[in-house]
């Protein structure tokens, strides 16, 4: 939620509040008034000549005309059931009626007089005051004792008629209050939205500049101290992202020169030692001291080609390729780039693959990498005698299966479970590396099939040994 939302429905819910409150607060107020002036009014009609106009014609007193007497034909009437009430030739701005001790009305006019006032005054009270509700709205309404005894005018009930468009002046009491302090909320608040929206939007545009800008810190308020601290945060950010930059360069030359210097001439030594080794004939302690060697250097030229591949994929500015990739022929390639270190370690190594190519899409370096990751791991902790075997098939179309297996002495059923377990590449796994654990290999074999959606799986084969099943 925006800010100037929120300081909108903060202004909505302060008006609403006072606006409720002052009309309730204002209508009170004007109730009380009424109620006093009505109270005033009904101590003022107890006089004589009142008592004289009520005793004298009863069932005739308020219930005509205020105006006037009646004729002799309207006070021959025998039934004093046909006196109504009829209205005043001009509007008052109360009425009253008059009933006996015993609460009966002595006019056919007369409402029925209120419970509420009954127990009042039968208690000792005076007078009796509460509101009614009428047809046009909520008045008032008084009762009193005359304290004429023995009188049909002992007692007077006062009413007051709502004014006039109650409802609606209520309604635009409400909203009179409401929309003045509405106003003066989002006014008094907007100024700060603006501020706030102003600095928010210059941050938006540093941070996409690379922290280059600064935020408005103009004011001595909360918002100008956080766009203080927001400019020292991005000046020290700025200077970082130049440091991390140029050793992210510094790391991308020293890669480009390992890969170039070191990894490339070791991968064609375990070749060349195999080469002599195949075309020399030399004593048993030569062969093992050569082989020992060609060992030594695949594995220097192994873990540095790992390295070089986990720089790649922790720079997040290198690109990674997406083109076709030929698993058959890189299969076949892999097979024999290793079948020298195979050899070297007492371990045969064999592979199948189908007559037509395999084609999927990827990096085909990191492809290369990830399948030389497996082979060496399967030779590496293999048996004297083992053998690996690595068999590429094709199902259907756009869908293989990889298959890298061998027969040594496999894994426990807690390793299993931990070298199924979803990892995410690190780049540390070589220096925490243990004999359980997903080392650096392993890791950028998972980077590797998560990135091309490739699904790895590892089991224990029936008669010992370890494989891992890629498939898509």
């Excluded at 938006?204 to 280059?212: F, G, L």
């Excluded at 807690?414 to 540390?428: E, M």
């Amino acid at each position: 939620m925006t800010l100037r939302r929120s300081l909108i429905m903060g202004s909505v819910a302060a008006a609403t509040v006072v606006a409720i409150a002052g009309t309730l607060a204002i209508e009170w107020v004007r109730a009380r008034d009424r109620a006093i002036q009505l109270e005033r009014a009904t101590a003022a009609a107890i006089v004589q000549h009142t008592r004289e106009a009520c005793e004298a014609s009863p069932n005739w007193f308020l219930a005509g005309p205020r105006e006037g007497r009646p004729t002799k034909e309207q006070l021959a009437q025998p039934d004093a059931d046909v006196f109504t009430p009829r209205p005043d030739t001009e509007a008052r701005p109360y009425e009253f009626f008059a009933y006996d001790e015993e609460f009966r009305g002595v006019s056919t006019a007369a409402p029925r007089f209120p419970e509420a006032f009954r127990a009042t005054l039968r208690q000792g009270n005076d007078v009796a005051t509460e509101s009614w509700s009428g047809p046009l709205g909520t008045g008032v309404q008084t009762a009193r004792w005359t304290h004429w005894r023995s009188s049909e005018c002992a007692i007077f009930l006062f009413r007051a008629a709502p004014p006039p468009h109650q409802v609606w002046l209520r309604a635009g009491l409400f909203l009179g209050l409401f929309t003045v302090v509405f106003l003066v909320c989002f006014g008094v608040s907007m100024p700060t939205e603006r501020r706030a929206a102003k600095i928010a939007a210059a941050m938006r545009a540093s941070s996409q500049s690379e922290y280059a800008g600064v935020a408005p810190a103009d004011g001595h308020d909360e918002l100008t101290a956080i766009a203080a601290i927001f400019n020292e945060a991005a000046s020290s950010i700025q200077q970082r992202s130049t440091e991390i930059k140029e050793q992210q360069e510094a790391l991308r030359r020293i890669s480009t020169d390992t890969s170039d210097d070191l990894v490339k001439p070791l991968a064609a030594v375990p070749a060349r030692i195999g080469d002599v080794l195949r075309s020399v004939s030399v004593t048993p302690a030569v062969r093992d001291q050569m082989q020992a060697a060609l060992r030594d250097a695949k594995t220097v030229e192994h873990r540095g080609a790992n390295l070089v591949t986990a720089l790649q994929l922790r720079d997040r500015e290198t690109s990674v390729q997406s083109a076709p990739v030929d698993l058959t022929a890189l299969v076949q390639r892999v097979i024999e780039r290793e079948f020298a270190f195979a050899s070297a370690c007492g371990v045969p190594l064999s592979g199948t693959v189908p007559d037509q190519p395999v084609q999927v899409t990827g990096d085909p370096q990191l492809f290369e990498q990830m399948l030389v990751n497996l082979i060496d791991n399967a030779i590496r902790y293999n048996k004297p005698g083992g053998t690996v075997a690595v068999d590429l098939d094709a199902p259907s179309k756009g869908h293989f299966v990889l298959l890298v297996s061998d027969d040594g002495v496999g894994v426990n059923e807690a390793t299993l479970k931990y070298f199924n377990s979803i990892r995410r590449f690190r780049g540390d796994e070589r220096r925490k590396h243990r004999v359980d654990e997903v080392g650096l290999g392993l890791a950028i074999v998972h980077e590797v099939t998560g990135r091309a959606k490739i699904a790895l799986a590892f089991r224990r084969r029936d008669n010992g040994g370890l494989e891992v099943r890629l498939s898509q």
